[in-house]
């Protein structure tokens, strides 16, 4: 007997990639989103690294993304003139047909997953959260915000960044400002470019064009900033032009014309998290970016909520001892999470001090191998 019905509160990548992989387990799940759609309509596009693929693959749901995205087996180094000069291979053990990562459109990965849970027989309902909840040593007793009432053997928050249950539930550990800010503006991919192309050694720490499916792509400027830095909502779009024009040549420089439109521009302040283990209380877990963060220089911030969901997924599928499955959860999570969030955490530091001393390719070599160890 496997344990459950589990009510995941929250439907983003994690939580739609953990409905997924509990019904794969044959175990009953309820997903409840607080914005009144599920998906990320707004948002622009990601990179899942080999690791995340392979976690994907062993709930059926690499494929299905890959037809979507940019596979490759490789990223392109280029100096800030747009001259390639290097490649930096992302190939792995992650499995056969599945390459070393895929960058896609952030609506259409959600469309995926949201399709694959309703077609596993997961209930997804927008537009509700929890009102309260109390636990108990068997399960959770939850009320929605639209009045009902559930029981749950587990209740997992996936909630994000702010996630309410963590505030109730682990005060005082929240995240904290990694130091940078990444502007990111969906573009038209080069008809050329196939693969990430990063820039290395001008103005800024990182420039780079990802290429997200065959119609666009997205141009990224990771930058130092002032933790309380704010940019102006209505002109996102003419401030990333003055900071690229002139001093970026090739594909980045023939892209700036395309920078009309502040809704098609992002800013984000750079987060970084780790909630210490273990990431549970009682009947309630958290997994994703409710249970950790850090700045995307290894790409690995979905991937960690997608391996977390992978795993919890394994665990409860075990048994119906729930408590000995978030046990193993926390044992086989934690410290996997850990060398992700503080490995991430330096690289962002070492540049924001501009530091010449360090080695930073063997630093993600070596973070690259511990991620191609299994789960
Ligand atoms: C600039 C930038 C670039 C990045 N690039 C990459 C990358 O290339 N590769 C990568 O792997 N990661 C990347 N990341 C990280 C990645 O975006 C996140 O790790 C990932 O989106 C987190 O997924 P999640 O499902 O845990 O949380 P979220 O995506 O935040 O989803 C949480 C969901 O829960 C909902 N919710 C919140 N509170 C409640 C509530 N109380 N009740 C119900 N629903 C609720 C929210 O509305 C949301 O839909 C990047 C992040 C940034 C900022």
């Known amino acids: ?52 693929l392979r976690a994907l693959d062993s709930i059926g749901l690499a494929r299905p993304i890959l037809t979507i995205g940019m596979p490759a087996d490789h990223i392109d180094i280029a100096t800030p003139e747009g001259r390639v000069v290097g490649q930096a291979p992302t190939k792995g053990p992650w499995g056969d047909g599945i390459p070393g990562h ?31 909840a109390t636990s ?23 909630e994000g960044l702010n996630s309410a249950t963590r505030q109730r539930l682990f005060p005082g550990a929240g995240p904290v ?42 141009l990224y400027l990771v930058e ?10 209505g002109q996102l779009h003419t401030a990333l032009r003055e900071k690229l024009d ?6 980045v420089a023939a892209l700036l014309s395309e920078l ?23 009947r309630t877990v958290l997994i994703g970016d409710a249970a950790h963060a850090n700045p995307p220089v290894l790409a690995q911030g979905a991937a960690m909520g997608v391996e977390d969901a992978v795993v919890l997924a394994e665990e409860l599928g075990r048994g119906n001892d729930v408590d000995g499955a978030l046990a193993r959860f926390t044992a086989r999570r934690f410290d996997r999470v850990r060398m992700v969030v503080e490995t991430s955490r330096q690289l962002a530091l070492w540049e924001v001090e ?12 070596g973070a690259a191998m511990a991620l191609a160890e299994p789960l």
């Open 224 to 233: 130092t900033a002032e933790e309380n830095h704010r940019e102006e909502p």
């Open 246 to 251: 002139g001093h970026y040549g090739g594909r």
């Open 260 to 282: 009309t439109d502040p809704a098609r521009v992002n800013y984000s302040p750079l987060p970084v998290m780790l909630v210490p283990a273990p990431w549970h209380r009682g």
């Open 136 to 158: 108990d040593a068997e399960g959770v007793d939850v009320r929605l915000s639209d009045g009902s009432l559930g029981r749950y053997a587990l209740m997992v928050a996936a």
């Open 102 to 132: 895929c960058s896609v459109a952030r609506p259409q990965l959600h469309r995926v997953l949201a399709d694959a849970a309703r077609t596993a027989g997961a209930s997804l309902r927008a537009g509700l959260e929890i009102n309260e």
């Open 1 to 52: 007997m496997t344990a459950g019905p589990v009510l995941v509160s929250g439907g983003g990548i994690a939580g739609l990639t953990l409905a997924c992989a509990l019904r794969r387990q044959g175990i009953a799940v309820d997903v409840i989103e607080r914005k009144p759609e599920i998906g990320d309509e707004g948002g622009i596009g990601l990179t899942l690294v080999g690791n995340a």
């Open 177 to 218: 400002y990694a130091g940078q800010a990444c502007w990111r503006a969906r573009v038209s991919r080069p008809a050329d470019l196939r693969t990430t192309q990063i820039h290395f050694g001008g103005r800024y720490g990182v420039v780079g064009i990802c290429p997200i499916s065959e119609s666009d792509a997205y």
């Open 354 to 365: 501009q530091r010449r001393d360090v080695d930073v390719p063997g630093t993600m070599r």
